[in-house]
């Protein structure tokens, strides 16, 4: 049989068009997956740069902590120390005058700290806090008036709150047990005390806060550090107004001044700070720093904020501390007051091991 020409022509062009097509479109798909790879590889490489920083941050946090001392006014890291007692005991340092050259405050204040100074660290001791584990019925109440929370629910939200972290199953009047979390769908109670303040968005009625967790999303207000006692030295003003009796927060500016300048070392500090006369339990305040921190990372640049806590274990000698738990802050929550012209350097690791071989 003859094949025309013409015919064959006819054939071999379409055929050609689309293997040229065909090739065309893997050329393209190569090179976009290339593309995206590259953009993979770089993401990839920028995060784990990233974790290598948090990570030597967060070793270099432990290793100041190990090295120093804190007291009334917070971790000593100078070169130069100033007590009223010539014992090295460490508990006697607490309760001493101990003063160095060099301090971080445990309040919240900025540092620069990372490899290029590049991150804005935060300290809060957890005694500063608002402890969910620990608070009363007296001041969760004065916790829902600051958040203007209705009237109407205080009674709901701290019988469910003390359901939740008691270890027994008998619910209180207004309050929930496992039967009742059943029917609305959700996690029963633990019966332990919380692990983190945003599993408080598991208790009934407490998802339902937007004040509480709008305001603990851009400063940590509430903690559930495994510590007791309420530390003035280091609470910010929203905290001082709760835990202190006949003192607004316009008020705290008085004490906040004067710890400033001194820190506060008993009640009888404190009344003088404050202008007023605190009763209650007389263990209930406890001038000194914890060992539960609330710990901010800030990368302005990157517009990423991180926060942990932090407990030390100085009795576990496998590992001397641990992380309770980390969050990301969203973007829509990250606190933009941050300066980072006002932040001082946080003090190297070298710094830090010269203070120690110097004392």
Known sequence: MVIRDDISRGFILPVTLWVIAAVSLAVASMSEWVASSLVTAIFVKNRMEADIELANIENELVFAFAKHPYTYRGL????????????????????????????????????????????????????????????????????????????????????????????????????????????????????????????????????????????????????????????????????LAIFMNKVTIEQTSNIINFREKIPIKNIADLNS??????????????????????????????QQQIRFSLTLLPRNESQPWQIDYAIRIPKQYQNQAYREEQAVPFPSPEEIDGWSTAN
């Open 273 to 302: 700070a404050s202008g007023t006369l605190q009763e209650g339990d007389p263990f209930f305040f406890n001038f000194v720093p914890g060992r539960c921190f609330i710990i901010e990372l800030i990368n302005p640049d990157k």
């Open 76 to 239: 000593q890291v100078g070169t130069r120390q100033d007590t009223d007692t010539s014992d090295t005991n460490y508990d006697t340092m607490l309760r001493s005058n101990f003063v160095s050259d060099k301090m971080i405050f445990l309040d919240s204040r900025q540092y620069k700290i990372g490899k290029d100074k590049n991150y804005i660290i935060k300290i809060q001791d957890g005694r500063g806090l608002i402890n969910l584990n620990t608070i009363n019925e007296k001041f969760l109440g004065r916790l829902f008036n600051q958040l203007e929370v209705p009237n109407n629910l205080h009674s709901l939200l701290a019988d469910t709150l003390l359901d939740y972290r008691d270890t027994d199953n008998l619910k209180r009047l207004s309050g929930a047990e496992k039967k009742d979390y059943a029917r609305l769908k959700k996690h029963p109670p633990t019966n332990n005390p919380l692990l983190s303040p945003w599993e408080a968005q598991r208790i009934i009625g407490w998802n339902n806060l937007p004040p509480l967790w709008k305001t603990q999303y851009s400063q940590p207000l509430i903690t559930t550090c495994r510590t007791s006692g309420f530390n003035p030295n280091t609470a910010p003003k929203e905290v």
